[in-house]
């Protein structure tokens, strides 16, 4: 988090969003979470004037956002890609060859930086989770809210190009 | 009130009370990192673990609130290995380096960073004093060290070393030959007085420092003049006989006395020394191999040439090694009570350089004796070192340092060196990346590492990067060093920080750091010299310039 | 139209059904219903556990009887509707036939016979025996409606609720969890009773009940089913539990990945509460219950009680020392008592059937039944229920199913990354919370995955331990660099870069995290490294040799192309380096410096030709 990788902001933020979230979920501390999740499901990740609203406006403090939204591996910082990738890593998609699914789709993507988990077109975003709780389906993942089992890579890379075309591109 | 065991003593103390406090009552010492008295229990070092009779595991003792009949162990096995493994832990992840390389580099340790901070604030006769610390010769040296140092230099991975030994010369040329050279503080004197054997490079030094000490020092040497290899073995054009004598008349007017032309086993036995003085320092490598006529080059005794007069150590009743005389690696004591050794006699052909640390630390172990305290040398250090730094980490490093290239006229060339400006010198001196930690001498990790013998290359893998973050006027971050222990954060939290510290992520790579990537100087308005002061680490230290000013 | 005898129609649509495309077959069941005049209940209803023949289909006869179609596509779904509707004659059987045929040339989806078989040991008559299993947490899963709280009361529920506020003390509902002899089914195996009798002995009278939902172990999902199937049994628990040790509020912590589970559980408690059995004056007394329902928001060490707490207070998930304990200070500082949802579940069972009737279940010291999320590689995957005492080995043979044709029993892995691997050689070892601990696994909270010989234990080990490592909150020394430490070491020796020391310093390391470590999470965390050490070392030793034998570890396999290669060139096409020439009608190779070990060649090999060695 230093002030060169902040992201740069297409849009400007909607804060009265912010303050319809506030005055729905309170003001507390103990909001902070709900707080930020609510912000997340409006803009899809967490902009940063958004946090720093949410601290004027309640009795949240910047440490305390700041920490509680690093903390927990839902809460992303930077906007996705149109749709979420959750590849399965629990133990029986693991065993199942869950790594061979995730390495496959980052290449099919061209995302080979490490640190990057969104590919060059901001279509997909890919996320390893630990168990979607389909274990019987294993290997599995989710496209934004469809569940596919049973992928070998190959066909978890023909699944991509099938909702990249469905979603004209 | 509960009544509790620790280390088979019992105590009454009031419910409520942490077995930390219950121990201290007790006066006995468990080491602490995260915990600070006056704020909540924080439990994330586990220094502070000990042994709960009937309790599975380790329990850290600051949370621990004490209970009827309670047993506890602070001092087992288990704990202090435990103790052991945190610190090697914390420390396997520690980019940084305690000391500037330079200095590890140095045989004698010299605080090069300090001196050099010394020049550019101008301050000559501070810089002096610091380097006369380990270099009692430093003018000489100056002239003829090899330059162990630069060889290490970080600023290497930029362009070239710093000029280092040049400095040190520059800096005791100008003070030898300023009014008022600088003059150690001396101790009050001991009553007890030292017999020093051999007046080279070794004896000189350990005269030099035995009388800061306080203890009345007496120099025998065989020749007519102190000086010994120095004087005999090098060329007067590198080493210009009035630069070595003033430094020895520097010595000597710290009241060492000299006794020139006396030779040990011909004019006087080791106990006849032993009889008049509490204790003696043989540095006579000078004096048995000069006879051999041997030939100095760079300052150093050529090796294969010299012959130890191995019949004359029998005669003192010493252990002969490989090199020369038997003697303690750390606190160079033969194997005769009282007497102990220095220089060449023990190393072998060494340069002046390596004498001079030597003569410096038989001194100290000399000192120990005379006290009557344990005689252990030179307290012992831990030294975390980086390794393989990356491009960023050497951006880092040179953020504040004068981009210049080697600029100082080199001292081959002894009267270019001789002239050269203080504004040269001044601008070599910015070169100087600075990587001793501000910590070096506070941090209760290296201090603990150091007590529990803990090595920082016991594991393996990989590390958080170097960051520094000067932004703030008075303190610098370098979160690298940073244990997670939490009182910053607690400090700023108490005292109201708008922003404060917070930590950032977590597991392996959680980070203490200010919210929003906000500058330091905006987050710690209020509480940035007491989290200076309480950081346990060289996470967060003062700026050097308000540590050497003593602020 | 016709006569039937159909009570009712239920289709599994908790997210195992859903992810299994179940939603389809529902919209197909409702519709052929509709088309063939049909006027029964169409239900979605949870799990039942058989989670690898979902989607599943249950026809329910007005006398009761229960057929179950496991795997069911639409196709196949408006089949079995129409079925239900045929007549049993002669003529209907053709037409039944005509009308498959046509069903099967109107379908672009593969046939797959749907075989009738039992999902539900009661009713165990048809083909393949379900194997031992008792259900109390799972009695109604994938029977009622779990948006429908009648159902849940037609069945016994909040019986005992009722029986609770309206005939017992307090004191009498702790008794009675204590005789019974239930333990926290979150892991930890703690006895239920103490811990809400330490609750209610304290002095503050602002208390909190919790429920942890958390159920971060991969590869469990009983919480999350429970709760999409049988949401109303939890809050009956938690009402009991609330009742019991004296609070008005409770909070359900539950994982924010679990969207389903979420609604559902919503959307009970307003059912509930609507029904008076959450609310102001419960059941005509004066006993109050608030329930809220906190989402998490992706931290497993959240599942920690103290971390959890600090969660629902808004604050960074991390655990703080303990004592004080939840029970005594909890949230917001007052006494807490933080359960397991399969906790709650069992406790409405205990109230109604007696202390006894649990306790007469299971082992000397472990009482009740336990739900475990099976999975692996078995041929049966999905929520089992089984009595405590049961072996390990009856478990995967029996309820499993076995391994695959060709494939042996190499060991499970049980308790998740906080517990071990134990080898098939212990099998028959009976699962009580003792004897699993002497393994040096831990019984855990039901994940319980079923490993065979292709599978690499080294790398299990280090599996949980990336887990581990990644999950850490990043407090304590121990769990924070050690787990790092100890990752460091597996991932060397499934690199291949192994040193020989290497083994005893992990083994020591294992050790001191595990006595060092602040919380359960760093704790446990060398469990499976132990474990695996212990039973496995040979595996460990073949690593440092530059050896996988299950052919697992990347660094140390290699692919190879054999003569049964028909040269069709479909590897090639699908290597994503170009290691494979395409070579038409000749045996392919790989190029071993540029292929990454992907495995897609060997996918899509028609002739099996591609071998890892
Ligand atoms: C790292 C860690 C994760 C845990 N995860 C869960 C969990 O997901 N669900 C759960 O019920 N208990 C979990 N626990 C155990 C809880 O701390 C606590 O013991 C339990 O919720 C108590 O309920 P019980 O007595 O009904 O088992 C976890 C413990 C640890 C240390
Ligand atoms: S920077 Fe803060 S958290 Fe880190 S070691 Fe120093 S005082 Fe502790
Ligand atoms: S054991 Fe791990 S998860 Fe638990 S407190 Fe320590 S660092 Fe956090
Ligand atoms: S854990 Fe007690 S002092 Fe750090």
């Known amino acids: 988090m230093t002030k060169a990788k902040r992201q740069p902001v297409d849009e400007p933020i909607d804060l009265a969003a912010v303050d319809n979230i506030v005055r729905r979920t309170g003001t507390t501390a103990d909001a902070a979470i709900p707080i930020l999740q609510a912000i997340q499901s409006h803009f899809r990740y967490l902009p940063q004037e958004a946090l720093e609203h949410v601290c004027r406006t309640t009795e949240i403090t910047a440490a305390q956002i700041a920490g509680v939204s690093t903390f927990y591996s839902q809460f992303r910082h930077k906007p996705v890609g149109r749709h979420m990738v959750r590849v399965c890593h629990g133990t029986a998609c693991h065993v199942a060859g869950a790594p061979l699914i995730t390495e496959a789709l980052r290449r099919h993507l061209g995302i080979d930086d490490d640190h990057e988990d969104t590919d060059a077109d901001r279509l997909f975003t890919i996320e390893k989770v630990p168990c979607l709780g389909c274990c019987s389906l294993a290997p599995c993942m989710t496209i934004d809210d469809v569940t596919y089992g049973k992928l070998t890579p190959h066909k978890a890379t023909m699944i991509i190009d099938k909702v990249r075309k469905e979603s004209g591109r | ?551 | 139209m016709s006569d039937h005898n159909v009570k009712e129609i239920r289709v599994g649509l908790a997210t195992c059904g859903i992810a299994s495309g179940g939603r389809p077959v529902h919209e197909a069941v409702h519709e052929a219903a509709r088309r063939h005049g049909l006027h029964v209940p169409v239900k979605a209803v949870g799990c039942s556990g058989l989670c690898h023949q979902e989607p599943i289909v249950e026809v329910v006869s007005t006398d009761g009887r229960r057929q179950v179609f496991g795997g069911v596509r639409p196709a196949e779904a408006r089949r079995i509707v129409r079925d239900c509707v045929t007549p049993r004659g002669m003529v209907g059987k053709a037409m039944a036939w005509a009308g498959r045929m046509a069903d099967l040339l109107l379908s672009d989806e593969a046939w797959v016979s749907v075989k009738p078989f039992a999902a539900h040991p009661e009713s165990a008559t048809e083909a393949g025996q379900a194997g031992e299993q008792k259900l109390i947490v799972l009695e109604n899963c994938g029977q009622i409606d779990p948006l429908c709280i009648d159902e849940y009361l037609a069945r016994g529920g909040y019986a005992a609720l009722r029986r609770c506020v309206a005939d017992m003390t307090p004191q009498q509902v702790i008794d009675a969890v204590t005789q019974s002899g239930l333990r926290g089914r979150g892991g930890g195996g703690y006895p239920t009773g103490l811990k809400w009798a330490t609750a209610r002995s304290q002095q503050d009278s602002t208390r909190y009940v919790v429920c942890n939902a958390d159920e971060g172990d991969p590869g469990a999902f009983m919480d999350r089913l429970v709760l999409e199937s049988d949401p109303q049994r939890v809050i009956e628990g938690m009402a009991i539990a609330a009742y019991a040790i004296g609070a008005a509020e409770g909070y359900i912590y539950i994982r924010a990945e679990y969207p389903l589970a979420v609604r559902v559980l919503r959307e009970a408690i307003a059912q509930a509460e609507r029904a008076g059995y959450l609310g102001q004056g419960i059941l005509g007394t004066g006993f109050s219950l608030r329930l809220h329902v906190m989402e998490g928001a992706g931290a497993f060490v959240c599942g920690e009680e103290t971390a959890l707490m600090a969660s629902i207070m808004g604050r960074r998930g991390m655990p703080r020392f303990r004592p004080p304990y939840p029970a005594e200070s909890g949230l917001w500082g007052k006494p807490t008592s933080v359960n397991n949802v399969e906790t709650f579940a069992c406790v409405p069972w205990i109230v109604r059937h007696g202390s006894a009737a649990f306790a007469a279940i299971g082992t000397e010291r472990s009482k009740g039944t336990k739900v475990f999320a099976l999975a692996g590689r078995i041929r049966r995957g999905g929520l089992i229920e089984v009595p405590m005492g049961t072996t390990i080995r009856d478990v995967v043979e029996n309820i499993g199913g076995g391994m695959h044709e060709g494939r042996r029993f190499k060991a499970v892995q049980i308790g998740g990354p906080s517990g071990g691997c134990i080898p098939a050689s212990m099998a028959d070892l009976p699962i009580d919370y003792e004897a699993l601990t002497r393994t040096g696994a831990i019984m855990g909270s039901g994940g319980l995955v079923v490993l065979d010989d292709s599978d690499c234990m080294v790398d299990i080990a280090r599996f949980f331990l990336e887990f581990t490592e990644k999950e850490s909150c990043g407090k304590c020394t121990f769990c924070r660099v050690g787990t790092r430490r100890m990752l460091d070491i597996l991932e060397r020796l499934c690199d291949g870069k192994g040193h020989p020391e290497d083994l005893d310093d992990l083994e020591m390391l294992c050790d001191q995290v595990r006595h060092t470590s602040l919380c359960g999470l760093g704790r446990t965390a060398p469990n499976p490294v132990l474990t695996t050490l212990r039973y496995f070392r040979d595996e460990y030793e073949a690593h440092l040799q530059g050896r996988c034998p299950a052919r697992k570890c990347k660094a140390l396999i290699a692919y190879r192309v054999t003569d049964t290669c028909i040269g069709c060139t479909r590897c090639a096409q699908r290597c994503p380096v170009q290691a494979i020439q395409p070579t038409p009608y000749e045996q392919h190779t790989i190029d071993a410096e540029k292929c990454i070990r992907c495995g897609m060649c060997k996918a899509g090999c028609p002739a099996d030709a591609i071998v890892v060695e």
């Open chain 2, 1 to 551: 009130m509960p009544r509790l065991t620790i280390d088979n003593r019992s105590i009454d103390v009031p419910p409520g009370t942490t077995v930390l406090e219950a121990a201290r009552r007790l006066g006995i010492d468990i080491p602490t990192l995260c915990h600070l008295d006056g704020l909540q229990p924080h439990t994330s070092c586990f220094m502070c673990v000990v042994e709960i009779e009937g309790q599975a595991g380790l329990k850290p003792s600051c949370a621990m609130p004490v209970a009827e009949g309670m047993v506890v162990r602070t001092q087992s096995d288990v704990v202090m290995r435990a103790r052991r493994t945190a610190l090697e832990l914390l420390l396997s992840d520690h980019p940084g380096d305690c000391v500037a390389p330079c200095s590890l580099a140095c045989p004698a340790h010299l605080k090069v960073a300090d001196f050099v901070a010394a020049i550019v604030a101008g301050d000559n006769r501070r810089a002096a004093g610091i380097v006369r610390r380990r270099l009692p010769l430093p003018a000489s040296l100056g002239r003829v060290c090899p330059r162990f140092c630069e060889r290490a230099c970080r600023r290497k991975e930029l362009d070239e070393a710093v000029n280092i030994r040049d400095l040190h010369r520059w800096v005791a040329d100008k003070d030898l030959a300023s009014s008022d050279p600088h003059r150690p503080d001396g101790a009050t004197e001991s009553g007890k007085s030292v017999a020093v054997v051999g007046a080279g490079p070794a004896g000189l030094s350990a005269a030099y420092y035995l009388r800061q000490m306080g203890h009345a020092c007496t120099l025998y040497e065989a020749q007519p003049q102190a000086g010994g290899l120095y004087r005999c073995g090098i060329d007067a054009r590198r080493l210009p006989r009035d630069v070595l004598d003033a430094e020895i008349a520097a010595i000597l007017g710290l009241g060492v006395q000299l006794r020139s032309g006396v030779r040990l086993g011909r004019d006087v036995s080791l106990d006849d020394l032993l009889a008049r003085h509490n204790a003696v320092v043989l540095a006579i490598g000078t004096q048995t191999a000069m006879d051999q006529a041997a030939f100095y080059a760079e300052g150093r005794l050529a090796g294969g040439e010299v012959r130890y007069d191995f019949s004359l150590l029998n005669a003192l009743g010493l252990q002969p090694s490989r090199r020369g005389v038997q003697a303690d690696r750390a606190t160079l004591a033969t194997g005769r009570a009282g007497v102990f050794a220095a220089g060449n006699v023990v190393t072998g052909p060494n340069y002046g350089v390596h004498a001079v640390a030597s003569g410096r630390r038989a001194a100290v172990a000399v000192d120990q004796f005379l006290r009557g305290a344990d005689v252990v040398g030179d307290p012992a250090h831990v030294n975390v070192l980086m390794r393989d730094l990356s491009g960023d980490e050497v951006a880092v490093l040179r953020a504040h340092a004068d981009p210049s290239p080697r600029g100082m006229p080199d001292s081959g060339n002894p009267a270019a060196a001789a002239t050269a400006s203080d504004t040269e010198v001044r601008a070599e001196a910015g070169r100087c990346l600075d990587c001793d930690c501000g910590k070096r001498d506070t941090c209760a990790l290296r201090q603990l590492a150091a007590r529990y013998g803990a090595s920082p290359t016991r594991y393996h893998g990989p590390r958080r990067p170097f960051e520094r973050d000067a932004t703030h006027p008075d303190i610098v971050f370098e979160s690298g060093k940073c244990i997670q222990c939490g009182r910053c954060v607690r400090i700023a939290e108490q005292d109201r920080e708008t922003l404060g510290l917070t930590f950032i992520g977590r597991g392996f790579s959680v980070r203490t750091a200010a919210p929003f990537s906000s500058e330091l100087s905006e987050a710690l308005r209020r509480t940035a010299r007491r989290c200076v002061e309480h950081c346990p680490t060289g996470a967060l230290s003062l700026k050097r310039a308000l540590r050497d000013s003593g602020g």
